[in-house]
């Protein structure tokens, strides 16, 4: 650690009474980052404030010692949002975690910001109702990072977003005041929704320290489909056909490349007895048998229409979770090469449209690169990853990656898409915000940080 992080770390501990400031490399080196591998972490020390009002005060001192903070979750971003590259001091809620109310009637679940996603759906089954928003990291990522990068998941196509489940925030703005946003209510029209400005602000507003979710009913009993196609155009007539007729919670794909990584990654059978170049998870409301029939029905149509190659429905919870894991296991099984990501959205009328042309465009610009493809095609969110080859360093793989970027952001915008869906801007795709957002936006987006963080030290270089 050098003089000035020295410096910072007995500032923060001098000025914030029992708070705990760690500066051991191990946790600098845990805590200094996310799942993104491009930065390495250098942060001066790691804070681990256990309530409210020790957050108020590392803010203050922060804000008067001009101290970067960068506020840290499960460190599952996929964005380099939480990383600490460069002396900042990180604020970990790892030791906020309290579960503090659950309201029957409201059907709301008030939590610390370090709460784990997990806990708060197994928290919301045991009291009979559900917490929508699932994604393959939600056994580590904490539900504040969730709220600042308003994660998405598998369950948009129904429940939405996690902002469509914040009903109340508590926020600790840069001047080091205590926001209560909504306070749970479902109507309030008294003003500015500042709720959904810190939803999705990626820690540069204000440090999230509690919330108030919404649950809702729990779904009644499934079943998944894996489905095999081979084109794309036959996709999108498979999932207009289906949400046509079933009840869908989810509608994702994948490429046989993907497949290949995770069937490697996880040591998975083929699910199918064909080989498709793409497919599908479908996951649908089957309470009843007659939902079953109308699934095979539709799968019978589409099938004779020639959409679809080969499928499987799921007969018990086991196998739904087994066909699960083609899907949620994809990411993990990459993750070592390591990929460079791209979260792409476009609407879901263009999703053909546009990877035909990314498709086009790949094989014109880098086809030495493997890219897999894989994501929540029923909201239009695709995720493309770029795979390092093992003989490239990972400086030279990030720069050609960024010269893919350009290209392809010039593209998404074109097609009037946006370059993150639910993985934030953070770190790593900050210098591409303005292909997708107009200088009058990236302004006013400037301007309302100024008045949260004066100081500017929530998070600098992140985003903005
Ligand atoms: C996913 O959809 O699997 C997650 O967003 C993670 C990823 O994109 O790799
Ligand atoms: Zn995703």
């Known amino acids: 650690m050098n003089g000035k992080n020295q410096k910072a770390a007995a500032a923060l501990q001098r000025a914030c009474a029992g708070l705990k400031v760690v500066t051991e490399p191990s946790v600098l080196e845990s805590h200094g980052r996310d799942w993104t591998r491009f930065r390495a972490p250098r942060p001066a020390a790691v804070a681990f404030p256990e309530s409210v009002s020790q957050v108020q005060q590392l803010v203050a001192a922060a804000a008067a010692a001009e101290i970067a903070l960068v506020p840290s979750g499960g460190r599952t971003g996929l964005s380099g949002g939480a990383v600490a590259a460069d002396g900042e001091v990180v604020v970990s809620f790892d030791r906020m975690r309290r579960v503090l109310d659950f309201n029957r009637v409201d059907r709301t679940l008030t939590v610390e910001a370090g709460v784990v996603t997990a806990t708060v759906q197994e928290r919301a089954a045991a009291e009979g109702l559900y917490y929508p928003v699932s994604f393959a990291a939600e056994g580590s990522s904490q539900i504040g990072g969730n709220i600042a990068t308003n994660a998405g998941g598998i369950r948009v196509l129904r429940y939405g977003l996690t902002r469509d489940q914040v009903a109340g925030l508590k926020v600790v703005t840069g001047r080091g005041e205590v926001l209560e946003c909504n306070r749970g209510l479902i109507k309030n029209a008294s003003g500015y929704d500042l709720r959904h400005l810190f939803t999705g602000s990626e820690g540069t507003l204000g440090?999230?320290?509690?919330?108030?979710?919404?649950?809702?009913?729990?779904?009644?009993?499934?079943?998944?489909?894996?489905?095999?196609?081979?084109?794309?155009?036959?996709?999108?007539?498979?999932?207009?056909?289906?949400?046509?007729?079933?009840?869908?919670?989810?509608?994702?794909?994948?490429?046989?490349?993907?497949?290949?990584?995770?069937r490697v990654g996880q040591g998975l059978?083929?699910?199918?007895?064909?080989?498709?170049?793409?497919?599908?998870?479908?996951?649908?409301?089957?309470?009843?048998?007659?939902?079953?029939?109308?699934?095979?029905?539709?799968?019978?149509?589409?099938?004779?229409?020639?959409?679809?190659?080969?499928?499987?429905?799921?007969?018990?919870?086991?196998?739904?979770?087994?066909?699960?894991?083609?899907?949620?296991?994809?990411?993990?099984?990459?993750?070592?090469?390591?990929?460079?990501?791209?979260?792409?959205?476009?609407?879901?009328?263009?999703?053909?449209?546009?990877?035909?042309?990314?498709?086009?465009?790949?094989?014109?610009?880098?086809?030495?690169?493997?890219?897999?493809?894989?994501?929540?095609?029923?909201?239009?969110?695709?995720?493309?990853?770029?795979?390092?080859?093992?003989?490239?360093?990972l400086e030279t793989f990030e720069s050609r990656c960024h010269e893919i970027s350009e290209r392809t952001y010039a593209l998404t915008r074109d097609i009037g898409g946006s370059i993150s869906a639910e993985h934030g801007i953070g770190l790593l795709k900050q210098p591409w915000l303005d292909r997708v957002r107009s200088a009058e936006e990236i302004g006013f987006m400037r301007g309302i940080k100024q008045v949260f963080d004066p100081a500017g030290i929530f998070n600098p270089g992140k985003l903005l």
């Open 207 to 262: 440090l999230i320290v509690e919330a108030t979710l919404r649950l809702t009913d729990p779904p009644p009993p499934s079943k998944v489909l894996l489905l095999g196609v081979d084109s794309m155009d036959a996709l999108m007539k498979v999932f207009a056909t289906l949400r046509a007729r079933l009840d869908l919670s989810a509608f994702e794909f994948f490429t046989d490349r993907a497949l290949h990584h995770v």
């Open 269 to 393: 059978p083929p699910p199918l007895d064909a080989s498709c170049p793409l497919y599908v998870i479908v996951e649908l409301d089957c309470p009843t048998e007659w939902q079953e029939e109308a699934a095979m029905d539709c799968f019978e149509s589409c099938a004779e229409r020639g959409w679809l190659l080969d499928g499987v429905i799921s007969q018990s919870d086991r196998q739904i979770a087994e066909l699960w894991r083609y899907r949620e296991g994809i990411s993990e099984s990459i993750s070592h090469f390591p990929p460079y990501k791209n979260d792409l959205s476009v609407t879901v009328s263009r999703v053909p449209e546009f990877l035909r042309r990314m498709d086009r465009l790949i094989g014109e610009i880098c086809p030495e690169f493997e890219v897999v493809w894989y994501g929540h095609i029923g909201d239009g969110n695709l995720h493309m990853n770029i795979l390092k080859p093992a003989d490239l360093g």
